[in-house]
């Protein structure tokens, strides 16, 4: 599967677009639409020179066709488009190491339909900012 035009645009919204390096909520130099590293898996770092829209574009499609053939390869039950979507930006946000291990995935994978998927989800709620991902990730997810 492939995020849809509204997925990017759900990302778009969540990641934001910043031109120049910034420290994330957890101080982790960050550019573009949420980039922490570049596509010759150099990290962001707060020296780095500043991305045009198109460029922060560019590096966006490369990150997020990484994170679906991580969700592609780890999911074996068959999702909807919105909950595709909705467990693509979670990963974008988490890592693949951390939708490798999770209850998510182990639940995902056991009944995509699972209602408890949702407290799963809102497990991950460190930083407290990032509650309000969560609760859009799982409104997505179930809809």
Same mark, same amino acid.
């Given at each position: 599967?492939?995020?849809?035009?509204?997925?990017?645009?759900?990302?778009?919204?969540?990641?934001?677009?910043?031109?120049?390096?910034?420290?994330?909520?957890?101080?982790?130099?960050?550019?573009?639409?949420?980039?922490?590293?570049?596509?010759?898996?150099?990290?962001?770092?707060?020296?780095?020179?500043?991305?045009?829209?198109? %460029?922060?574009? /560019?590096? #966006?499609?490369?990150?997020? *066709?990484?994170? &679906?053939?991580?969700?592609?390869?780890?999911?074996?039950?068959?999702?909807?488009?919105?909950?595709?979507?909705?467990?693509?930006?979670?990963?974008?946000?988490?890592?693949?190491?951390?939708?490798?291990?999770?209850?998510?995935?182990?639940?995902?994978?056991?009944?995509?339909?699972?209602? %408890?998927?949702? /407290?799963? #989800?809102?497990?991950?709620? *460190?930083?407290? &900012?990032?509650?309000?991902?969560?609760?859009?990730?799982?409104?997505?997810?179930?809809?």
């Amino acid at each position: 599967m492939k995020v849809d035009q509204a997925g990017i645009d759900f990302l778009h919204e969540r990641e934001g677009y910043r031109s120049k390096p910034y420290l994330d909520t957890v101080g982790i130099p960050t550019i573009g639409y949420g980039n922490t590293y570049y596509p010759n898996g150099k990290k962001v770092t707060m020296q780095d020179k500043w991305l045009t829209k198109e %460029t922060a574009n /560019e590096l #966006f499609q490369i990150t997020l *066709k990484y994170f &679906e053939d991580q969700v592609n390869e780890l999911v074996k039950s068959q999702l909807t488009q919105n909950q595709f979507n909705a467990l693509v930006s979670f990963t974008y946000n988490v890592g693949v190491g951390n939708l490798q291990r999770s209850t998510v995935l182990k639940r995902i994978n056991a009944n995509p339909n699972d209602p %408890t998927i949702k /407290e799963a #989800f809102l497990r991950f709620n *460190k930083p407290p &900012e990032i509650i309000g991902r969560r609760e859009k990730e799982v409104k997505l997810y179930f809809s």
